[in-house]
């Protein structure tokens, strides 16, 4: 079993930016996938980004290349995701998710979740 715990969001003005973090705990060992989706009202949950941590290996959304950046910290067992340049249609739940095999953009292959952490962006 992993654990995931979110911090950071808040509310920010357009074109700020904000730090979110995931702390991991349990078999972390396990987990070769680690992703970062998001879900405003109304819509279906969508990848922001994610890392294939075997080699490090990032992928991002079109919707945040350029603004977004994830990283891990494996001393810390903290995932993070940086956003800059923040628009109000960033606006939404973040979620941190984990996943046992190689990465994919389908939320329902992830196993396991954090509760999310919100991120309000205003114009």
């Known amino acids: 079993q992993v654990q995931l715990v979110e911090s950071g969001g808040g509310s920010v003005q357009a074109g700020g930016s904000l730090r979110a973090s995931c702390a991991i705990s349990?078999?972390?060992?396990?987990?070769?996938?680690l992703a970062w989706f998001r879900q405003a009202p109304g819509k279906g949950r969508e990848t922001v980004a994610r890392?294939?941590?075997?080699?490090?290996?990032?992928y991002y959304s079109l919707s945040v290349e350029g603004r977004a950046t994830i990283s891990q910290d494996n001393a810390k067992n903290t995932l993070y995701l940086q956003m800059n340049s923040l628009k109000p249609e960033d606006t939404a739940m973040y979620y941190c998710?984990?996943?046992?095999?190689?990465?994919?953009?389908?939320?329902?292959?992830?196993?396991?979740w954090g509760q999310g952490t919100q991120v309000t962006v205003s114009s």
């Open positions: 890392v294939y941590t075997p080699d490090g290996a990032t």
């Open positions: 349990g078999d972390t060992n396990s987990v070769s996938c």
């Open positions: 998710a984990a996943r046992p095999i190689d990465c994919t953009w389908d939320p329902a292959k992830y196993p396991y």
